[in-house]
């Protein structure tokens, strides 16, 4: 099933959506491409005309009615994201939670969007500066998580007086029509959010780049596939946003917290099977404490109940698919190559004799720079421990990598945590806080992270555009 212009739609061309757990089909839905984007692009197009002249009441109005339809979903949206997805079923509703707090927040900021009155250098000149909605926007977000990514996105865009194409990831569709039947209840004008569902990435993305008509593309995902994306905008000079790949440096200093640094770990690592950008790569623990550390790490995380997100009492769920799954084992494998030693975990994990894509939630000591997991982005649940010594060789360390999303740093010294949250070169930093995400705040990264932000004030004026007006007073 697809969206566009105000009705759903079927095809014969069918895609089956498999739970990561079990690998039982969900459903089977029809699915869309290239073609039927520049319909829905179209359609965005036409419905923006008289989007962009609602007024801020108005379309906060819409959002609100879609927070209703939601909440009163929650538990049937929670339970759609497990199955797709294979997170935890509290985890899942927490998400829920989440993306409705988008909606929430933009309801009430399409109401307060200002523009700003300058001073003129010319006594018969009066200048101001307002803001207009960029236009139709592309979408296109991941499975880690299909539910917020879309929101997160589509709020602002919405609050903002932009319409919408959005394309969800394959492996996670139905999270994204299940938001769309709340959208359409909520009885948004037709053509105002359009959803394109297909296997052909590339050809949908290629749609949404190349159309003059889109002059915003706002994606998250892989860097490999960011990087492409903003190349291919180029051409049309479309405004980005990119919320891409990362690799969180973890540092523990010697007068840290241990408890509180390993019960961060716990949450940065391993929440979503390891499958969050902003989680943990690279564990840095002081050579002075590492030990103790270590140990009670691999402890808390042998702990960890692995299972179907469905079940009561899972704390790791599968990871999405066979790809992800591979990942891990070479990852380990290379590690112990280079005389890493796994103290718990490091295998595939059988449950229940099914086909389901489990890893043990891993502890690797004797972590080194040569290692693959040292630079490759892991997006699962393995945590490397590698240890320093000191404060300037670690701030080193942590910034040798070309990503720049999240950095995490446990100290109990308030002087160095103020230094750290100057050197590390990270769009997000977590002292003492394993979770920096809060809706008010602008998330994104820096270098190969990406470019934006998204949430807060912060997020609505990507979708914003700056005109400056002068007029002479004859
Ligand atoms: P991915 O391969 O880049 O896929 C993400 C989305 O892009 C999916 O909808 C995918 O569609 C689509 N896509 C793939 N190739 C495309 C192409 N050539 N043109 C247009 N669209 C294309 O990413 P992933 O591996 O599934 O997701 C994990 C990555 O996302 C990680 O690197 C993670 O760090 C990053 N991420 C970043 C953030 C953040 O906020 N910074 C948040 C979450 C995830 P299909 O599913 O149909 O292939």
């Excluded at 889109?214 to 479309?238: H, N, P, Q, W, Y």
């Excluded at 769009?427 to 934006?452: C, H, R, T, W, Y």
């Amino acid at each position: 099933m697809y969206y566009i212009n105000g009705e759903w739609h079927e095809s014969d061309q069918k895609e089956q959506i498999t739970n990561p757990a079990t690998l039982e089909v969900i459903d089977t839905i029809s699915v869309c491409g290239a073609e039927e984007t520049k319909v829905a692009i179209a359609a965005a197009k036409e419905a923006f005309k008289s989007w962009k002249k609602t007024t801020g009441d108005q379309r906060s109005a819409y959002l609100s009615k879609t927070v209703k339809l939601m909440k009163a979903r929650v538990d049937e949206l929670a339970q759609i994201i497990t199955l797709e997805n294979g997170k935890p079923l509290p985890d899942a509703k927490r998400e829920v939670l989440g993306a409705i707090s988008y909606l929430d927040w933009y309801a009430e900021e399409a109401k307060r969007i200002y523009g700003e009155v300058l001073p003129a250098s010319h006594k018969d000149k009066s200048l101001m500066v307002i803001k207009q909605p960029v236009g139709v926007c592309g979408a296109i977000t991941p499975w880690n998580f299909p539910l917020s990514m879309i929101t997160r996105k589509l709020a602002p865009a919405l609050a903002a007086g932009c319409t919408v194409v959005l394309k969800p990831a394959m492996e996670t569709p139905l999270s994204a029509i299940k938001v769309f039947e709340c959208f359409h209840e909520a009885g948004l004008p037709k053509g105002v959010v359009n959803l394109v569902i297909g296997p052909d990435a590339e050809g949908i993305g290629k749609e949404l780049t190349s159309s003059t008509d889109v002059r915003k593309l706002t994606f998250t995902g892989s860097t490999f596939v960011g990087k492409k994306l903003v190349r291919d905008s180029a051409d049309t000079m479309k405004k980005v946003s990119m919320e891409l790949g990362g690799h969180a440096p973890y540092i523990v200093f010697e007068d840290a917290d241990i408890d509180l640094a390993v019960e961060g770990v716990m949450l940065s690592k391993f929440k979503n099977s390891g499958q969050t950008c902003i989680s943990t790569n690279r564990v840095y623990a002081h050579k002075s404490i590492a030990e103790e550390f270590a140990e009670k790490l691999a402890k808390r995380t042998a702990e960890l109940k692995i299972g179907d997100g469905l079940e009561e009492g899972t704390d790791v769920g599968p990871l999405i698919n066979k790809k992800s799954l591979d990942k891990m084992k070479e990852q380990v494998e290379d590690a112990v190559k280079n005389n890493a030693k796994v103290v718990t975990g490091g295998n595939v994990y059988d449950y229940e004799d099914g086909d389901g894509y489990f890893f043990e939630p891993t502890v690797i000591l004797n972590a080194t720079d040569d290692m693959v997991i040292a630079s490759e982005e892991t997006f699962g649940p393995i945590a490397p421990v590698f240890t320093f010594e000191s404060e300037e060789e670690i701030v080193e360390k942590a910034n040798n990598t070309l990503y720049g999303l999240a950095a995490y740093c446990y100290t109990k010294n308030l002087g160095r945590g103020l230094r750290m949250m100057k050197e590390l070169e990270f769009g997000i930093i977590g002292i003492n806080d394993p979770a920096p995400i809060v809706i008010q705040a602008p998330f994104g990264g820096i270098k190969e992270s990406g470019m934006g932000k998204e949430g807060g004030k912060f997020g609505l004026e990507e979708y914003l555009e700056e005109k400056f007006v002068s007029i002479y007073e004859n």
